[in-house]
């Protein structure tokens, strides 16, 4: 099993290399035709929002939780198959076909499933284990010992993150669609929240700090950054009308690409984690 897990992920990462390489010489999708034809979003058009109900299977992470608001994924958030995951998030989100591949066959195995045969439902992707991806400090929800249910969102922690966005977007015709996040206003943010983990006596290690800079790298990159489209994605779990992902590249989102964001969002992090524990010591 781990001998074929090592060739799965040289093959992956020599797949997602190519694709990297393919895209850099590439013509990217025009404006409105990110998402394709045919495919739920195309234009634009998303299908009918619907919050979830008593028995539904949500988890850790907003963006499954809108695809299964939206019916891209089975509403219920029940007996998904793993191929379905990845065509989906694909055709939704933009990411390559590589990285689509990628992470449904990572959860997989942190849940000891079989990519190709198995299903899961939602709820079992925030399993807590040295491979899951749900984590402490998390920007959008409470710490599993203060809310075992991590398919909920903590509405306080996500306003206390959008009021420090401080970038403009000076394209926006709309002023008030102009505010954004930052790789800096994430970066802080995020070690606001690893420090108070510290200060109650938490630690993350190192693969879940990755994953914590890994969903703040998503907001900016795929989401784009701009907080009038971060508040219904991180709050209702909801896709906002006429939206389409940041990324208009043919290829999708690499890993290679993303990893670009992530480690300098990560170091950042620790940068700013530094800064507070020396202002600490000096106050």
Known sequence: ???????????????????????????????????????????????????????????????????????????????????????????????????CYFVPNYIARALDKDYFKDTFDLEQISVRNDKGIEHDASLTREDVRFQPDQGKPHIPFINELLATASGKDTSAEDPENALMLTSDDLARYSAKRRTDLENIGGKLDFIHKMFGSSNSATLLRIVGGHVSDLRPFLIDERIPDKWEPAIRSRVGLTMARFNLTVLPLEFSTRKHMKALAKAKKSG
């Open 1 to 99: 099993m781990a001998i074929t897990s090592i060739f799965n992920d040289a093959f992956v990462l020599t797949w997602d290399f190519i694709l990297t390489i393919v895209d850099a010489v590439t013509p990217s999708h025009p404006a409105g035709h990110v998402v394709p034809a045919g495919h739920p979003g195309a234009g634009g058009e998303w299908p009918e929002y619907v919050s979830p109900g008593e028995g539904d299977s949500r988890c850790a992470c907003p963006m499954l939780n809108a695809m299964a608001n939206h019916g891209i994924l089975p509403h219920d958030g029940k007996n998904i198959s793993f191929k379905t995951m990845n065509e989906t998030i694909r055709s939704t989100y933009n990411f390559s076909p590589s990285f």
